[in-house]
């Protein structure tokens, strides 16, 4: 069978489409987005690949992405852990690493503030419960028989 | 044995408690949110010394008990034994808030822990979850208790308005006598008083008789009815600057004393005797309380300690008969005393503790009672007497009718896991009464973390006419003559019973809770009668709000129109577009037609968004306009074709064709005017927005909108991505377990 316009569009937008959302995450500090927007980029460019080749050939295509959904537990787990690590130096939870006045480490370009790994938890998060809600309804409707 | 385990940790605890509090107490401390004032703050003074041990002492017997029981207990009503983990989860739970509620120093966190008791107890007594009875019980229980703790929320909150602590002591070193600290007071003692099942709120505990036997065992003589007087003892510093308090302690624990009392001499249920003792003997506490002065409060700690030792075996008696007779009445038991010796013996000194015999510990707990209201007032005093007389006569009724007499009724041998905890507290009794001297200090300790300067507790036998041992001889001879002529007491008695049954709170709870059910369907039903109703229903209500809103603030200067320049132009076409596509929404009957007008006001405002100078919002905005139009679109492909026809071809009712535009433009109007006021003045958001640009780069962050979301506003965000997560929880579990069409 040959692919049809809308699965070629779907191959070629996978990769730049995931690119774009982890620039997104990653300079949502210094630039405009954040792990909200980032999530909702990387949901959107594998809800194509859902509409495209249907959830089965797009599970099968993308190692992984059956387990997506694990990644919300992951981001809010990540998330706490970020806001309650202060509480536990004594400080008020959500106190975020580096205090105000020091300079942050740099990675090129990059700052590593630990805010930036709360938004990550955001990212995952987002990422996680659209592709596991949009999954499950591909499942139901399957089960029910209809068009998926 | 895995099922010990909760017992083991109980034991473990116990031992940390009193390891702790031989090494003179202790204080922890954590942030957490200290820009309000609140922390993390946990101090094993007295006070907490005395109710932490109590929770945990008696929580290991309990457990003990459990672990056999409830298997048992499950299998008799065909339940799976998985079932178990929840039990003593939930138990352990309970355990942990106790020991939170009773060492918490900051009043927030004594108001968490005091309603996770409540919520755990919730669970515990509906634990039975198939019966009618045990969930309608537990819901009353969580209704009476954790409505009043609102009452104690409000309490704190007003103490904080004036004073500005949430910490106790520091309140009662600022707190001076008035109408505050009095309404406070009130508030407090009534939260108290309902937690502790006293009257005018007794009808709950009862009814959550219906509760597995180590839940009665535990929550209703050591734990959770022991919270409200802890609350009232925690407080104590400051419900004493108002005499009026006082004196409202002071009438609920005697009316408790003496309808808990007669109620259970008339009780057939062996768990309802006990229930209705518990109620009395709370209300002995209050009593003592509301007496006031430090005399009085160390012997109101004394007898939290012995009555929660006795009445816990007497529970676990209870239990256990049940167990081995497949009887929980009275009337059909009898003579067992011969079959379960071990039970009868413990059950029989815990029994005795009760009734204030010598050589338990619950002599000392009667003969400091006798002391404190015997200075206070005579009237006092003859209540004391008449108040044990009476408690003498319903809990040797008890055991004589279980355990002498006729014998009515076949027994199994019971399993020693279910004897032995009753030994094991009704030794405790005997031993606190041998050696009482411990527990004596342990009590003053408590009784001093309330009331300051309070006289040791000096426990020890007297053999003279001192007014203390007439008054046990008084009292005594009052039981026996109760216990030996019933046809004193049962018509009266029995007219009590059924006068409270008929005009009790119980009713008016009842009728309340049905009344607020009809008032809750009826709006219910409209809001739910079909979409436009339920968007009828925010709108018209919320719009007229807002109206006398409107109307209540001064118009002058309230609304200005601003200038436009040529560079607006752009902006003014998009916002003319989108206002189109907005109005164009209403037109469309074809699904998809609809679906793609909404689309386009959605992404118009992106566009506005962008033109603003606001990049973030815009990109959110169309991330998020994308995402809608999908999921819409993935549920039309989920509708089969011909019922979205049919939807498409059903006229509009001739009376919603005036109605719901009618609706829509006036909900428009009021956000009109609501925006354009907010707009025409410097607001204090604006501010707050201003301070926030300010603050980004101290974050480290160059993107204001970011700096918000992960920082300023951080636990909002916690807030909303948990939601999130749990919703997928929801979606997951709907879609897997149900059918979609």
Redesign the interface.
């Known amino acids: 069978m040959r692919p049809t316009l809308s699965q070629a569009v779907a191959r070629l937008i996978l990769l730049p489409g995931l690119a774009i959302s982890i620039a997104t995450l990653v300079k949502g500090y210094g630039d405009a987005g954040d792990g909200f927007a980032a999530g909702v980029i990387a949901a959107l460019t594998l809800l194509v690949q859902y509409v495209a080749f249907g959830y089965r050939e797009a599970e099968r295509r993308i190692p992984g992405l059956r387990r997506l959904p694990v990644a919300a537990v992951a981001g809010l787990a990540r998330a706490l852990a970020v806001a309650l690590v202060p509480a536990a130096r004594g400080d008020a939870i959500l106190t975020h690493w580096p205090p105000p006045g020091d300079s942050p480490v740099r990675l090129g370009t990059l700052e590593l503030v630990s805010a930036v790994l709360f938004d990550v938890g955001v990212f995952l998060v987002v990422l996680g419960v659209v592709t596991g809600a949009v999954g499950a309804i591909a499942r139901a409707a399957e089960r029910a028989g209809g068009r998926a | 044995m895995l099922r010990l385990l909760p017992a083991i940790i109980a034991l473990g605890a116990f031992a940390a408690i009193l390891a702790g509090w031989a090494a003179g107490g202790g204080a922890v401390e ?6 309000w004032g609140l922390e993390l703050s946990f101090e094993l003074d007295g006070l907490g010394a005395l109710y932490g041990l109590l929770a945990t002492g008696i929580g290991f017997p309990v457990f003990a008990y459990a672990a056999r029981y409830l298997p048992l207990h499950l299998d008799h009503q065909g339940r799976s034994h998985r079932e178990e983990w929840r039990f003593f989860g939930l138990l352990l739970l309970f355990m942990v808030s106790m020991v939170g509620l009773v060492t918490a120093r900051d009043l927030i966190l004594l108001f968490v822990f005091w309603d996770l008791t409540a919520v755990s107890s919730y669970f515990l007594i509906g634990y039975d979850r198939q019966e009618a009875e045990a969930r309608s019980s537990a819901l009353m229980a969580l209704l009476v208790t954790g409505v009043t703790a609102v009452l104690l929320l409000a309490a704190i909150l007003l103490l904080w308005a004036e004073y500005g602590t949430f910490s106790l002591p520091e309140l009662a070193a600022r707190a001076r006598p008035g109408a505050l600290v009095t309404g406070a007071g009130v508030l407090v003692a009534i939260a108290g008083l309902a937690k502790s099942a006293q009257v005018p709120f007794h009808f709950w505990l009862p009814r959550a008789m219906a509760a597995p036997t180590p839940v009665s065992a535990y929550l209703h003589s050591a734990a959770m009815v022991a919270a409200g007087v802890f609350l009232l003892a925690r407080f104590y510093p400051l419900l004493a600057l108002s005499g009026l308090v006082l004196d409202l302690l002071l009438a609920a624990g005697l009316a408790s004393i003496a309808i808990g009392g007669v109620l259970a001499l008339t009780c057939d249920r062996l768990k309802q005797v006990l229930a209705y003792s518990t109620i009395s003997q709370y209300g002995y506490v209050a009593t003592m309380y509301g007496l006031g002065g430090g005399k009085s409060v160390a012997a109101a700690a004394f007898y939290v300690l012995s009555h929660a030792l006795a009445k816990s075996a007497l529970f676990l008696t209870a239990g256990a008969v049940t167990e081995a007779t497949g009887e929980d009445r009275l009337s059909r038991l009898g003579g067992l005393a011969r079959s379960m010796p071990a039970l009868a013996v413990g059950s029989g000194l815990a029994a005795a503790g009760l009734a204030a015999l010598p050589l338990t510990i619950g002599f000392f707990k009667d003969e400091l009672f006798f002391a404190a209201s015997f200075d206070d007032s005579w009237p006092a005093a003859v209540a004391a007497v008449a108040a044990a007389g009476l408690t003498f006569a319903y809990i040797g009724r008890f055991w004589l009718r279980i355990f002498a007499g006729r014998r009515r009724s076949d027994a199994v041998r019971l399993p020693p896991l279910l004897t032995a905890p009753v030994a094991v507290l009704g030794l405790a009794v005997l031993l606190g009464g041998a050696f009482a001297p411990p527990f004596g200090d342990l009590a003053a300790a408590a009784a001093r973390a309330s009331a300051g300067a309070v006289p040791p507790i000096e426990p020890a036998y007297h053999l003279d006419a001192r007014a203390e041992n007439l008054m046990a001889l008084a009292a005594y001879a009052t039981g026996i003559l109760l216990l030996a002529a019933p046809w004193l007491w049962r018509r009266p008695a029995a007219w009590v019973a059924s006068t409270g049954a008929r005009l009790g709170p119980e009713r008016a709870y009842t009728v309340g809770l049905a009344g607020l059910n009809r008032f809750s369907d009826a709006i219910h039903e409209i809001e739910v009668r079909d979409l436009r109703s339920r968007i009828a229903a925010v709108l018209v209500p919320g719009g007229a709000l807002a109206v006398a809103g409107l109307a209540a603030t001064p118009t002058a200067g309230a609304y200005r129109a601003g200038t436009l320049s040529t560079d607006d132009l752009a902006l003014v076409l998009t916002l003319a577009v989108v206002a189109l596509a907005a109005i164009g929404t209403a037109a469309p009957r074809h699904h998809l037609t609809l679906l793609l007008s909404v689309a386009g006001v959605g992404f118009g405002l992106a566009v506005v968004y962008a033109l603003l100078g606001g ?2 919002v815009a ?2 905005a169309v ?2 306009e ?2 809608a139009a ?1 999921v819409f679109l ?1 549920v039309f ?2 509708v ?1 074709r011909d019922v979205l026809r049919r939807m498409e071809a059903i006229p509009t009712p001739r009376r919603r064709r005036w109605r719901d535009p009618a609706i829509g433009i006036f909900a428009g109007a009021v956000v009109f005017f609501v925006v354009w006021g907010a707009l025409s003045r410097p607001s204090p958001a604006a501010a707050i927005a201003d301070e926030h640009v300010r603050l980004a780069p ?6 204001v ?3 918000i ?3 300023f506003r ?2 909002d ?2 807030g909303e ?2 939601v ?2 749990v ?2 929880v929801g ?2 579990t709907l ?2 377990r149900g ?3």
Do not use: E
């Open positions: 954590a942030a957490w949110a200290p820009s990049p973030d990109l959110v991330l998020v994308t995402v999908l993935g492909a989920l089969p101290q974050a480290h962050a160059k993107d909108v970011t700096a979301l992960a920082d951080g636990l965000t916690l991505i948990t999130i997560a919703a997928l979606v997951t879609l897997a059918r979609l069409r």
